[in-house]
């Protein structure tokens, strides 16, 4: 017996590709016997009789048969016999062609919700189990609510790139954004006012509540604009201990403040992917990742801490307000928001803005045109307090990547369990997505997936779980060629977190790149404030680019398959087990410094080398995801990779010392220099590998409290 071909046909109703394979499907040759799950192709009197290589005791026969896993149908057929069918080549080209016709890839749009229905009346023709558990949920109407409102503004924003909906105004006409008249089209008395009421406007309560909180330690005035009530998190958020220490040494929490707020550490992650259609060279077993996302914070508590830090050090909140635009001129920023009770606007003027709005942000689309991001992780999960059986999942270990089946309806599928407080897990599934206007990715597809097809992944009746909130987001990422590929600033204005596209190429955590990146975005944001650096040329030094971050973009575009394309179902589990399986025979030290992207230049060099000798199609695969068009640009990514860590070599031993000797003297005189040097100083110290057990440490620690504001 030997299997001949293997399809994913993108279509959850099995029924309907088995009835279509029974009774309009015509092989053209041999003949045709029904089965339960599809059909027997036997060789016909005629030809056997002519024959005479067909073998008697092993007759030649096409098995052709359907199932059903994650919401998708898959069909194989398989040869009894050592001869090939006569005709099988044929046969085979004319069912993948007639099979692709018939079923081909649907990218479903969601419906348009009338005012006078609830949400779950107009969502529940089109996703009855969506609406089915958001119902068990509590406010499971007003999230599911926000759940469709995220899905129909990025669709927004994909399908607009070069013409996005302009939110920001500028009196002067720099870098394409577009501008009006400052007195007769946009008449704002405020803008004429010398004293603004704020040094920093942030736009979004997740993430930037944590750099808000610690800007507003260092002695400046700050005001938090969140569109939700704040404290409420579409997501939960894990790290490891090690980077979450650098919210201590910035000053932000005590010790025992963070442990108040850490619902659960486990020993170990595990990570790995279904091999069962992958050739045994291509199966790898389980990597072990025991610091790795391997702390489950309580979000809701963790944002009321940040919150609470904010308000202590003079800063206010505005919850349950929505941004509406921002006019910018030479003085100061002039914010327009709307109280979404009330339905009142105001206006707030600042020194700068902060968009930490994330993938849904209008300041994000309309600073980078066609380009915002290049991908992103649709992401769907929920917070389950009980109801599994015992045994089905031990609260000490968690899943960081895990996939149960092959590629579905055009994506891979991979799962994250981390275990919460007391009972608690809190799951998700996402996929790895090119940004298509076509098929933009969506959240509420992904959920009808997610509560179909979560009994396959940990056994368990849905209908006895235990619901406490749902989890989802759209998680972005840019592929950089350099660091300035991306714009995340103009004058008096700047972007972190998601709308700067901060993410790790493989677990795409925007909060643990912000976090790692904390110190490096607050000490150079500081000295901006400080001197008053904050035009576009001096903000856009702030970002958090890293060149060994930059070239493993093609890895995560080795995951997705391209809108409106068919792979072999196990192509991307045979990719990621090949390069998972290598990290599981190094040191644990190895994967754990690749996935919190402190990978170096030799290591990463003699794992791809590994990787190609493992799998030498794997180049192959690569190219035929990429193109030739982004394999130029990521040998651009790779010849950086290579300059940055030349220079790095050079200057990391003397240079960040030399700074902290010759700051107190320069930065006084040349303040914008200062900046500049430290953003070097950053860019060839971030990101660098680390030995086993070694905690993070602040070396610029004497940087930032020289740096510390004293007055304004």
């Given at each position: 017996?030997?299997?001949?071909?293997?399809?994913?046909?993108?279509?959850?109703?099995?029924?309907?590709?088995?009835?279509?394979?029974?009774?309009d499907?015509?092989?053209?040759?041999?003949?045709?016997?029904?089965?339960?799950?599809?059909?027997r192709?036997?060789?016909?009197?005629?030809?056997?009789?002519?024959?005479?290589?067909?073998?008697?005791?092993?007759?030649?026969?096409?098995?052709?048969?359907?199932?059903?896993v994650?919401?998708?149908?898959?069909?194989?057929?398989f040869?009894?016999?050592?001869?090939p069918?006569?005709?099988?080549?044929?046969?085979?080209?004319?069912?993948?062609?007639?099979?692709?016709?018939r079923?081909?890839?649907?990218?479903?749009?969601?419906?348009?919700?009338?005012?006078?229905?609830?949400?779950?009346?107009?969502l529940?023709?089109?996703?009855?189990?969506?609406?089915?558990?958001?119902?068990?949920?509590?406010?499971?109407?007003?999230?599911?609510?926000?759940?469709?409102?995220?899905?129909?503004?990025?669709?927004?924003?994909?399908?607009?790139?070069?013409?996005?909906?302009?939110?920001?105004f500028?009196?002067?006409?720099?870098?394409?954004?577009?501008?009006?008249?400052?007195?007769?089209?946009?008449p704002?008395?405020?803008s004429?006012?010398?004293?603004?009421?704020?040094?920093?406007?942030?736009?979004?309560?997740?993430?930037?509540?944590?750099?808000?909180?610690v800007?507003?330690?260092?002695?400046?005035?700050?005001?938090l604009?969140?569109?939700?009530?704040?404290?409420?998190?579409?997501?939960?958020?894990n790290?490891?201990?090690?980077?979450?220490?650098?919210?201590?040494?910035?000053?932000?929490v005590?010790?025992?403040?963070?442990?108040?707020?850490?619902?659960?550490?486990?020993?170990?992650g595990?990570?790995?992917?279904?091999?069962?259609?992958?050739?045994?060279?291509?199966?790898?077993?389980?990597l072990?990742t025991?610091?790795v996302?391997?702390?489950?914070?309580?979000?809701?508590?963790?944002?009321?801490?940040?919150?609470?830090?904010?308000?202590?050090?003079?800063g206010?909140?505005?919850?349950?307000?929505?941004?509406?635009?921002?006019?910018?001129?030479?003085?100061?920023?002039?914010?327009?928001?709307?109280?979404?009770?009330?339905?009142?606007?105001?206006?707030?003027?600042?020194?700068?803005?902060?968009?930490?709005?994330?993938?849904?942000?209008?300041?994000?689309?309309?600073?980078?045109?066609?380009?915002?991001?290049?991908?992103?992780?649709?992401?769907?999960?929920?917070?389950?307090?009980?109801?599994?059986?015992?045994g089905?999942?031990?609260?000490?270990?968690?899943?960081?990547l895990?996939?149960?089946?092959?590629?579905?309806?055009?994506?891979?599928?991979?799962?994250?369990?981390?275990?919460?407080?007391?009972?608690e897990?809190?799951?998700?599934?996402?996929?790895?997505?090119?940004?298509?206007?076509?098929?933009?990715?969506s959240?509420?597809?992904?959920?009808?997936?997610?509560?179909?097809?979560?009994?396959?992944?940990r056994?368990?009746?849905?209908?006895?779980l235990?619901?406490?909130?749902?989890?989802?987001?759209?998680?972005?990422?840019?592929?950089?060629?350099?660091?300035?590929?991306?714009?995340?600033?103009?004058?008096?204005?700047?972007?972190?977190?998601?709308?700067?596209?901060?993410?790790?190429?493989?677990?795409?955590?925007?909060?643990?790149?912000?976090?790692?990146?904390?110190?490096?975005?607050?000490?150079?944001?500081?000295?901006?404030?400080?001197?008053?650096?904050?035009?576009?040329?001096?903000?856009?030094?702030?970002r958090?680019?890293?060149s060994?971050?930059?070239?493993?973009?093609?890895?995560?575009?080795?995951?997705?398959?391209?809108t409106?394309?068919?792979?072999?179902?196990?192509?991307?589990?045979?990719?990621?087990?090949?390069f998972?399986?290598?990290?599981a025979?190094?040191?644990?030290?190895?994967?754990?410094?690749?996935?919190?992207?402190?990978?170096?230049?030799?290591?990463?060099?003699?794992?791809?080398?590994?990787?190609?000798?493992?799998?030498?199609?794997?180049?192959?695969?690569?190219?035929?995801?990429?193109?030739?068009?982004?394999?130029?640009?990521?040998?651009?990514?790779?010849?950086?990779?290579?300059?940055?860590?030349?220079?790095?070599?050079?200057?990391?031993?003397?240079?960040?010392?030399?700074?902290?000797?010759?700051?107190?003297?320069?930065?006084?005189?040349?303040?914008a220099?200062?900046?500049?040097?430290?953003?070097?100083?950053?860019?060839?110290?971030?990101?660098?590998?680390?030995?086993?057990?070694?905690?993070?440490?602040?070396?610029?620690?004497a940087?930032?409290?020289?740096?510390?504001?004293?007055?304004h």
């Amino acid at each position: 017996m030997k299997e001949i071909l293997y399809l994913e046909v993108p279509i959850p109703d099995i029924s309907a590709v088995r009835i279509w394979l029974q009774a309009d499907f015509e092989p053209g040759n041999g003949q045709k016997i029904l089965t339960p799950d599809g059909f027997r192709l036997r060789v016909s009197t005629e030809a056997t009789t002519a024959d005479a290589a067909i073998s008697e005791n092993l007759p030649t026969e096409l098995s052709v048969f359907v199932w059903s896993v994650q919401r998708t149908t898959y069909l194989k057929v398989f040869r009894w016999g050592n001869q090939p069918f006569p005709g099988e080549g044929q046969i085979l080209q004319r069912l993948t062609k007639e099979i692709r016709k018939r079923f081909g890839h649907n990218y479903p749009e969601p419906p348009q919700i009338d005012s006078s229905q609830s949400i779950f009346e107009a969502l529940a023709p089109y996703y009855p189990l969506t609406v089915k558990y958001f119902q068990k949920m509590p406010n499971g109407e007003y999230d599911l609510k926000r759940a469709y409102w995220w899905e129909q503004r990025w669709r927004e924003g994909v399908r607009n790139p070069r013409q996005p909906r302009q939110v920001v105004f500028s009196g002067k006409g720099d870098w394409g954004l577009a501008t009006g008249d400052w007195d007769k089209e946009n008449p704002n008395p405020q803008s004429l006012i010398p004293n603004t009421q704020y040094d920093l406007i942030y736009i979004g309560g997740a993430l930037g509540a944590i750099h808000a909180a610690v800007m507003a330690k260092l002695g400046y005035k700050v005001l938090l604009v969140e569109r939700l009530p704040f404290g409420r998190m579409n997501r939960e958020w894990n790290i490891s201990r090690d980077e979450i220490q650098s919210l201590v040494n910035l000053g932000l929490v005590t010790t025992a403040e963070l442990e108040t707020v850490i619902g659960r550490e486990y020993k170990d992650g595990f990570n790995k992917f279904f091999d069962g259609n992958n050739p045994p060279k291509l199966r790898s077993p389980i990597l072990h990742t025991p610091t790795v996302l391997n702390l489950a914070l309580e979000s809701d508590k963790w944002l009321q801490l940040c919150g609470q830090k904010l308000r202590a050090a003079g800063g206010e909140i505005w919850d349950e307000t929505e941004f509406i635009r921002a006019d910018i001129n030479k003085s100061q920023v002039v914010v327009t928001v709307k109280h979404l009770k009330s339905g009142n606007e105001q206006q707030v003027t600042g020194r700068l803005l902060v968009d930490a709005m994330g993938t849904a942000s209008p300041i994000a689309w309309q600073l980078n045109g066609g380009r915002a991001f290049d991908s992103v992780c649709p992401t769907v999960g929920a917070v389950i307090e009980g109801g599994f059986e015992p045994g089905v999942w031990d609260s000490q270990y968690g899943d960081v990547l895990y996939s149960h089946g092959d590629i579905s309806r055009g994506r891979q599928l991979i799962w994250e369990l981390f275990p919460g407080v007391g009972e608690e897990l809190t799951i998700y599934l996402f996929h790895y997505h090119q940004v298509n206007a076509q098929n933009p990715g969506s959240l509420l597809e992904m959920y009808e997936d997610f509560f179909t097809i979560l009994p396959e992944y940990r056994r368990c009746d849905v209908d006895k779980l235990v619901w406490k909130k749902p989890t989802f987001g759209y998680i972005p990422g840019h592929f950089s060629v350099s660091s300035s590929d991306r714009t995340v600033a103009f004058d008096r204005l700047i972007a972190i977190g998601d709308a700067a596209s901060l993410q790790s190429p493989l677990v795409f955590t925007g909060f643990g790149s912000l976090v790692r990146n904390l110190e490096r975005l607050t000490t150079l944001l500081n000295i901006a404030l400080k001197h008053d650096l904050l035009s576009f040329r001096n903000l856009n030094r702030i970002r958090a680019y890293q060149s060994n971050v930059a070239v493993t973009w093609l890895f995560s575009k080795g995951m997705m398959v391209p809108t409106g394309k068919f792979l072999p179902p196990q192509r991307i589990n045979s990719m990621l087990n090949t390069f998972f399986g290598l990290l599981a025979d190094e040191p644990p030290e190895v994967a754990d410094n690749f996935i919190k992207d402190r990978c170096d230049w030799l290591t990463f060099n003699r794992l791809a080398l590994k990787a190609a000798r493992k799998n030498p199609a794997l180049l192959l695969w690569i190219w035929q995801l990429a193109g030739f068009k982004d394999l130029l640009r990521w040998l651009g990514n790779y010849f950086n990779f290579g300059r940055h860590a030349l220079v790095s070599a050079l200057l990391s031993g003397w240079f960040p010392h030399f700074l902290i000797k010759i700051g107190p003297v320069l930065e006084p005189r040349y303040p914008a220099l200062w900046l500049r040097l430290l953003a070097i100083r950053y860019a060839i110290t971030t990101g660098k590998p680390r030995s086993p057990n070694q905690l993070t440490t602040v070396n610029s620690e004497a940087m930032i409290q020289e740096s510390r504001v004293t007055s304004h």
